[in-house]
Protein backbone atom coordinates (compact mmCIF):
# COMPACT_ATOMS: atom_id res chain seq x y z
CA UNK A 1 0.00 0.00 0.00
CA UNK A 2 1.34 3.85 -0.58
CA UNK A 3 1.65 5.95 2.09
CA UNK A 4 -1.10 8.55 1.88
CA UNK A 5 0.14 12.09 0.58
CA UNK A 6 1.23 14.43 3.28
CA UNK A 7 -0.97 17.26 4.30
CA UNK A 8 -0.03 20.74 3.44
CA UNK A 9 1.81 22.35 5.77
CA UNK A 10 0.35 26.04 7.52
CA UNK A 11 3.36 28.51 8.23
CA UNK A 12 3.11 31.95 9.02
CA UNK A 13 4.98 34.51 7.50
CA UNK A 14 5.57 38.09 8.46
CA UNK A 15 6.64 41.19 5.80
CA UNK A 16 8.67 44.08 6.63
CA UNK A 17 9.22 47.40 5.61
CA UNK A 18 12.88 46.13 4.08
CA UNK A 19 10.99 42.77 2.46
CA UNK A 20 8.65 45.03 0.95
CA UNK A 21 11.04 47.75 -0.38
CA UNK A 22 13.27 45.18 -1.11
CA UNK A 23 10.33 44.16 -4.26
CA UNK A 24 10.84 40.20 -3.66
CA UNK A 25 8.40 39.65 -0.70
CA UNK A 26 5.78 38.04 -2.55
CA UNK A 27 8.14 35.91 -4.99
CA UNK A 28 6.92 32.09 -4.82
CA UNK A 29 3.74 33.18 -3.54
CA UNK A 30 0.74 30.93 -5.39
CA UNK A 31 -2.57 31.44 -5.75
CA UNK A 32 -5.06 34.51 -5.78
CA UNK A 33 -2.76 37.60 -6.86
CA UNK A 34 -4.99 40.03 -5.25
CA UNK A 35 -4.73 38.66 -1.72
CA UNK A 36 -2.76 39.42 0.84
CA UNK A 37 -0.08 41.19 -1.20
CA UNK A 38 0.89 44.77 -0.34
CA UNK A 39 1.52 47.47 -3.25
CA UNK A 40 -0.25 50.75 -4.78
CA UNK A 41 -1.83 53.48 -2.53
CA UNK A 42 -2.66 50.97 -0.29
CA UNK A 43 1.19 50.08 0.51
CA UNK A 44 1.79 53.88 0.32
CA UNK A 45 -0.52 54.22 3.83
CA UNK A 46 1.30 51.03 5.59
CA UNK A 47 4.38 52.45 5.31
CA UNK A 48 4.01 56.21 5.41
CA UNK A 49 2.65 57.59 8.70
CA UNK A 50 3.75 60.72 10.04
CA UNK A 51 5.47 60.92 13.35
CA UNK A 52 7.38 57.70 12.93
CA UNK A 53 10.69 56.87 12.24
CA UNK A 54 10.91 54.37 9.24
CA UNK A 55 12.71 51.39 10.49
CA UNK A 56 13.85 48.27 8.18
CA UNK A 57 11.68 45.72 10.71
CA UNK A 58 8.69 47.85 10.71
CA UNK A 59 6.01 44.89 10.52
CA UNK A 60 3.41 45.70 7.33
CA UNK A 61 1.80 41.98 7.13
CA UNK A 62 1.07 38.49 8.78
CA UNK A 63 -0.09 36.25 6.20
CA UNK A 64 -0.79 32.30 6.53
CA UNK A 65 0.24 30.16 3.90
CA UNK A 66 -0.60 26.88 3.42
CA UNK A 67 2.93 25.46 1.33
CA UNK A 68 2.89 29.10 -0.81
CA UNK A 69 -0.68 30.23 -1.48
CA UNK A 70 -1.71 32.92 1.07
CA UNK A 71 -5.21 31.99 2.97
CA UNK A 72 -4.95 34.13 5.63
CA UNK A 73 -3.76 37.77 6.46
CA UNK A 74 -3.48 41.16 8.48
CA UNK A 75 -1.27 44.17 7.59
CA UNK A 76 -0.13 46.54 10.49
CA UNK A 77 1.02 49.93 10.13
CA UNK A 78 2.68 52.46 13.24
CA UNK A 79 -0.02 54.18 15.41
CA UNK A 80 0.36 56.04 18.78
CA UNK A 81 -2.27 56.28 21.97
CA UNK A 82 -1.40 58.55 24.97
CA UNK A 83 -2.76 57.26 28.52
CA UNK A 84 -1.96 60.26 30.88
CA UNK A 85 1.45 61.86 30.15
CA UNK A 86 2.79 58.64 28.67
CA UNK A 87 3.00 58.09 24.81
CA UNK A 88 2.43 54.47 23.74
CA UNK A 89 3.53 53.13 20.46
CA UNK A 90 1.27 50.57 18.43
CA UNK A 91 0.84 48.44 15.66
CA UNK A 92 -2.62 48.91 14.23
CA UNK A 93 -4.29 46.05 12.58
CA UNK A 94 -5.95 46.41 9.16
CA UNK A 95 -8.47 43.44 9.41
CA UNK A 96 -7.72 40.12 9.55
CA UNK A 97 -8.86 38.32 6.56
CA UNK A 98 -9.07 33.95 5.78
CA UNK A 99 -10.02 32.78 3.07
CA UNK A 100 -13.91 30.96 3.46
CA UNK A 101 -12.54 27.66 2.42
CA UNK A 102 -9.85 27.40 4.71
CA UNK A 103 -11.57 29.14 7.78
CA UNK A 104 -11.18 25.29 9.51
CA UNK A 105 -7.38 25.62 9.58
CA UNK A 106 -6.86 27.85 12.41
CA UNK A 107 -5.42 30.35 10.44
CA UNK A 108 -6.82 33.34 11.86
CA UNK A 109 -6.06 32.54 15.35
CA UNK A 110 -2.27 31.69 14.19
CA UNK A 111 -2.50 34.99 13.21
CA UNK A 112 -3.43 36.82 15.96
CA UNK A 113 -1.20 34.54 18.35
CA UNK A 114 1.63 35.33 16.43
CA UNK A 115 0.46 39.01 16.48
CA UNK A 116 0.08 39.03 20.49
CA UNK A 117 3.38 37.53 20.83
CA UNK A 118 4.58 40.55 19.68
CA UNK A 119 5.99 42.79 22.93
CA UNK A 120 4.21 46.03 21.58
CA UNK A 121 0.31 47.18 21.82
CA UNK A 122 -1.90 46.53 19.41
CA UNK A 123 -5.58 47.10 18.33
CA UNK A 124 -8.02 47.50 15.48
CA UNK A 125 -11.12 49.30 14.88
CA UNK A 126 -14.31 48.13 12.68
CA UNK A 127 -13.81 44.79 13.82
CA UNK A 128 -15.73 42.00 12.32
CA UNK A 129 -18.64 40.22 14.58
CA UNK A 130 -16.55 36.70 13.82
CA UNK A 131 -13.35 37.74 14.51
CA UNK A 132 -14.73 39.87 17.60
CA UNK A 133 -14.38 36.94 20.68
CA UNK A 134 -11.10 35.70 19.73
CA UNK A 135 -9.77 38.89 19.72
CA UNK A 136 -11.44 38.84 23.29
CA UNK A 137 -10.38 35.16 24.07
CA UNK A 138 -6.78 36.69 23.65
CA UNK A 139 -6.59 39.22 25.84
CA UNK A 140 -7.91 42.16 23.57
CA UNK A 141 -9.82 44.88 25.63
CA UNK A 142 -13.39 45.98 23.63
CA UNK A 143 -14.96 49.09 23.29
CA UNK A 144 -17.92 50.23 21.24
CA UNK A 145 -19.18 53.04 19.81
CA UNK A 146 -23.15 53.14 19.35
CA UNK A 147 -23.78 52.98 15.34
CA UNK A 148 -26.60 55.77 14.27
CA UNK A 149 -28.28 55.96 10.83
CA UNK A 150 -30.25 58.83 8.59
CA UNK A 151 -31.67 57.22 5.87
CA UNK A 152 -32.71 59.24 3.36
CA UNK A 153 -33.66 56.94 0.57
CA UNK A 154 -35.45 53.47 1.76
CA UNK A 155 -35.37 51.40 -1.14
CA UNK A 156 -31.86 49.35 -0.69
CA UNK A 157 -32.67 48.75 2.83
CA UNK A 158 -36.64 47.96 2.34
CA UNK A 159 -34.70 44.77 0.05
CA UNK A 160 -33.85 43.46 3.14
CA UNK A 161 -37.67 42.65 3.86
CA UNK A 162 -39.29 42.99 0.82
CA UNK A 163 -37.73 41.01 -2.34
CA UNK A 164 -40.53 41.95 -4.75
CA UNK A 165 -39.91 45.06 -6.32
CA UNK A 166 -43.64 45.71 -6.94
CA UNK A 167 -43.95 46.21 -3.47
CA UNK A 168 -40.45 47.63 -2.72
CA UNK A 169 -41.38 50.55 -4.71
CA UNK A 170 -44.88 51.95 -3.55
CA UNK A 171 -43.49 51.20 -0.16
CA UNK A 172 -40.07 53.12 -0.48
CA UNK A 173 -42.23 56.30 -1.49
CA UNK A 174 -44.70 56.01 1.47
CA UNK A 175 -41.17 55.93 3.85
CA UNK A 176 -39.31 58.33 1.96
CA UNK A 177 -42.28 60.74 2.56
CA UNK A 178 -42.04 60.03 6.31
CA UNK A 179 -38.26 60.79 6.24
CA UNK A 180 -38.14 63.22 4.58
CA UNK A 181 -40.55 65.15 6.40
CA UNK A 182 -38.25 64.26 9.17
CA UNK A 183 -35.30 65.82 7.48
CA UNK A 184 -37.09 68.64 7.33
CA UNK A 185 -37.75 69.12 10.76
CA UNK A 186 -34.06 67.72 11.37
CA UNK A 187 -32.19 70.56 9.56
CA UNK A 188 -34.50 73.18 11.46
CA UNK A 189 -33.78 71.96 14.09
CA UNK A 190 -29.81 71.95 13.50
CA UNK A 191 -30.10 75.38 11.80
CA UNK A 192 -31.08 76.63 15.61
CA UNK A 193 -29.02 74.70 17.35
CA UNK A 194 -25.61 75.81 15.64
CA UNK A 195 -26.58 78.84 15.13
CA UNK A 196 -23.29 81.38 15.36
CA UNK A 197 -20.92 78.03 14.00
CA UNK A 198 -19.93 77.65 10.56
CA UNK A 199 -18.42 74.67 8.77
CA UNK A 200 -16.58 74.65 5.78
CA UNK A 201 -14.20 72.40 3.91
CA UNK A 202 -10.06 72.28 3.61
CA UNK A 203 -7.84 71.18 1.69
CA UNK A 204 -5.36 70.99 5.33
CA UNK A 205 -5.66 71.73 8.66
CA UNK A 206 -3.21 74.70 9.14
CA UNK A 207 0.01 74.24 11.61
CA UNK A 208 -0.81 76.80 14.10
CA UNK A 209 -3.99 74.34 15.23
CA UNK A 210 -1.44 71.56 16.15
CA UNK A 211 -1.21 72.61 19.80
CA UNK A 212 -4.75 72.78 20.65
CA UNK A 213 -5.77 68.98 18.84
CA UNK A 214 -2.44 67.63 20.69
CA UNK A 215 -3.80 69.17 23.56
CA UNK A 216 -6.99 66.72 24.30
CA UNK A 217 -7.72 66.12 28.00
CA UNK A 218 -8.56 62.72 28.33
CA UNK A 219 -7.35 59.79 30.36
CA UNK A 220 -6.73 57.55 27.69
CA UNK A 221 -6.56 58.64 23.77
CA UNK A 222 -5.88 57.95 19.96
CA UNK A 223 -2.90 60.32 18.55
CA UNK A 224 -4.18 63.18 16.34
CA UNK A 225 -2.08 65.97 14.84
CA UNK A 226 -2.43 68.39 12.11
CA UNK A 227 0.20 66.10 10.22
CA UNK A 228 -1.53 63.36 11.03
CA UNK A 229 -5.06 63.64 10.10
CA UNK A 230 -3.78 65.84 7.13
CA UNK A 231 -1.96 62.43 6.12
CA UNK A 232 -5.03 60.57 7.06
CA UNK A 233 -7.38 62.94 4.70
CA UNK A 234 -4.96 62.07 1.84
CA UNK A 235 -3.00 58.93 1.70
CA UNK A 236 -4.34 55.78 0.66
CA UNK A 237 -6.86 54.44 -1.23
CA UNK A 238 -9.47 57.55 -1.94
CA UNK A 239 -12.57 55.57 -2.80
CA UNK A 240 -14.48 56.94 0.08
CA UNK A 241 -13.87 60.41 -1.31
CA UNK A 242 -13.12 61.97 2.52
CA UNK A 243 -13.01 66.12 3.19
CA UNK A 244 -11.48 67.59 6.40
CA UNK A 245 -13.45 70.11 7.34
CA UNK A 246 -13.29 73.29 9.97
CA UNK A 247 -15.80 75.23 12.27
CA UNK A 248 -15.39 78.15 13.17
CA UNK A 249 -17.11 80.45 15.79
CA UNK A 250 -19.29 83.75 14.98
CA UNK A 251 -16.09 85.24 15.47
CA UNK A 252 -14.48 83.45 12.77
CA UNK A 253 -12.35 81.58 15.27
CA UNK A 254 -11.16 77.64 14.67
CA UNK A 255 -13.27 75.45 16.82
CA UNK A 256 -12.91 72.16 15.93
CA UNK A 257 -12.88 69.43 12.88
CA UNK A 258 -14.70 66.90 11.47
CA UNK A 259 -13.33 64.29 8.51
CA UNK A 260 -16.10 62.37 6.53
CA UNK A 261 -16.68 59.79 3.52
CA UNK A 262 -18.63 59.02 1.01
CA UNK A 263 -18.74 55.40 -0.70
CA UNK A 264 -20.93 52.93 -2.59
CA UNK A 265 -21.01 48.84 -1.48
CA UNK A 266 -22.39 46.38 -3.66
CA UNK A 267 -23.33 44.63 -0.77
CA UNK A 268 -23.86 45.56 3.24
CA UNK A 269 -25.25 43.76 6.47
CA UNK A 270 -23.93 40.18 5.37
CA UNK A 271 -25.17 40.85 1.57
CA UNK A 272 -28.99 41.65 3.02
CA UNK A 273 -28.58 44.70 1.71
CA UNK A 274 -27.68 45.58 -2.01
CA UNK A 275 -26.38 48.75 -3.84
CA UNK A 276 -26.25 51.38 -1.33
CA UNK A 277 -24.07 54.59 -1.03
CA UNK A 278 -23.71 55.42 2.61
CA UNK A 279 -22.12 58.71 4.28
CA UNK A 280 -20.04 58.68 7.31
CA UNK A 281 -18.56 61.05 9.72
CA UNK A 282 -14.91 59.50 10.06
CA UNK A 283 -13.90 61.86 13.15
CA UNK A 284 -14.56 64.76 14.98
CA UNK A 285 -13.18 66.69 17.52
CA UNK A 286 -13.57 70.39 19.51
CA UNK A 287 -10.18 71.88 20.65
CA UNK A 288 -11.88 74.99 22.26
CA UNK A 289 -12.74 74.21 26.05
CA UNK A 290 -15.76 76.18 26.11
CA UNK A 291 -17.55 74.05 22.83
CA UNK A 292 -18.41 70.33 23.37
CA UNK A 293 -18.02 67.60 21.09
CA UNK A 294 -21.47 67.01 20.19
CA UNK A 295 -21.40 70.49 18.54
CA UNK A 296 -18.90 69.68 15.99
CA UNK A 297 -20.41 65.93 15.16
CA UNK A 298 -23.93 67.90 14.99
CA UNK A 299 -22.19 70.48 12.64
CA UNK A 300 -20.93 67.19 10.34
CA UNK A 301 -24.55 65.94 10.52
CA UNK A 302 -25.89 69.26 9.24
CA UNK A 303 -23.21 68.61 6.25
CA UNK A 304 -23.74 65.18 5.31
CA UNK A 305 -27.71 65.87 5.51
CA UNK A 306 -26.75 67.87 2.07
CA UNK A 307 -25.27 64.65 0.78
CA UNK A 308 -26.73 62.68 -2.39
CA UNK A 309 -26.47 59.46 -0.88
CA UNK A 310 -28.90 56.47 0.60
CA UNK A 311 -27.95 56.81 4.48
CA UNK A 312 -25.78 58.75 6.63
CA UNK A 313 -23.83 57.03 9.60
CA UNK A 314 -22.68 58.26 13.05
CA UNK A 315 -20.45 55.96 15.11
CA UNK A 316 -20.19 57.55 18.66
CA UNK A 317 -17.93 56.39 21.44
CA UNK A 318 -19.37 59.21 23.86
CA UNK A 319 -22.79 58.52 25.60
CA UNK A 320 -23.55 62.40 25.85
CA UNK A 321 -23.31 62.27 22.06
CA UNK A 322 -25.50 59.15 21.56
CA UNK A 323 -28.01 61.04 23.49
CA UNK A 324 -28.20 64.11 21.34
CA UNK A 325 -28.64 61.88 18.04
CA UNK A 326 -31.44 59.51 19.67
CA UNK A 327 -33.30 62.62 20.80
CA UNK A 328 -32.94 63.86 17.24
CA UNK A 329 -34.87 61.20 15.77
CA UNK A 330 -31.47 59.36 14.38
CA UNK A 331 -32.09 55.06 14.70
CA UNK A 332 -29.35 53.11 16.77
CA UNK A 333 -28.88 49.87 15.23
CA UNK A 334 -25.58 48.34 15.88
CA UNK A 335 -22.30 49.27 16.82
CA UNK A 336 -19.01 49.79 15.65
CA UNK A 337 -15.82 47.78 17.30
CA UNK A 338 -12.50 48.11 18.41
CA UNK A 339 -9.87 46.29 20.42
CA UNK A 340 -6.80 47.34 21.64
CA UNK A 341 -4.03 45.25 23.86
CA UNK A 342 -1.46 47.16 25.47
CA UNK A 343 1.73 45.09 26.06
CA UNK A 344 2.50 43.61 30.00
CA UNK A 345 3.80 46.12 32.42
CA UNK A 346 2.67 48.74 30.93
CA UNK A 347 2.40 51.57 33.35
CA UNK A 348 -1.11 53.38 34.20
CA UNK A 349 -3.32 50.98 31.91
CA UNK A 350 -4.43 48.83 34.17
CA UNK A 351 -6.42 50.99 36.47
CA UNK A 352 -8.10 52.67 33.40
CA UNK A 353 -11.63 52.60 32.60
CA UNK A 354 -12.67 51.09 29.22
CA UNK A 355 -15.23 52.96 27.72
CA UNK A 356 -15.74 55.37 24.93
CA UNK A 357 -15.82 57.89 27.89
CA UNK A 358 -12.77 57.74 28.75
CA UNK A 359 -10.93 56.29 26.14
CA UNK A 360 -11.39 58.64 23.28
CA UNK A 361 -11.27 56.94 19.60
CA UNK A 362 -12.50 57.82 16.26
CA UNK A 363 -13.92 55.76 13.60
CA UNK A 364 -10.84 57.14 11.16
CA UNK A 365 -8.28 55.35 14.42
CA UNK A 366 -6.37 52.07 12.31
CA UNK A 367 -7.18 52.65 8.58
CA UNK A 368 -10.98 53.45 9.54
CA UNK A 369 -10.13 56.48 7.81
CA UNK A 370 -10.24 54.76 4.28
CA UNK A 371 -13.36 52.82 4.89
Known amino acids: ?197 SSAPVEQLPQELDAQIRGLRRPAKCHRSTEWLNWAASTGPMDNQRRLWLVKSRTGKPVGYFMTGQMHYAEADQGRIKDITLASVLDWMSFDNDVDDTIILLSALQQLLRADVDAVELCVPETGSGRALRRLGLLCRGELNMVIRFAPGTPDVEALQMDGDNFWFRPADADGFVN
Request: charged fraction near 20%.
Open 1 to 197: MSAAPEKPQLRMVEVTRADYESGQAFEGWQGDPGFGRIGGSFGELLTSVPGHPRRDDDLLLLAALLEDRPIGCMHTFNGKVHVGDQTINMLWCSGLVVKPEHRSTGAGLMILLRMRARPVASGGVRVSQMALPIYKQLGWQHLTAARFLLVKRSAPILQRWISNPLLRQPAAALVNLGMGLHRLLLGMVLRIKLSGW
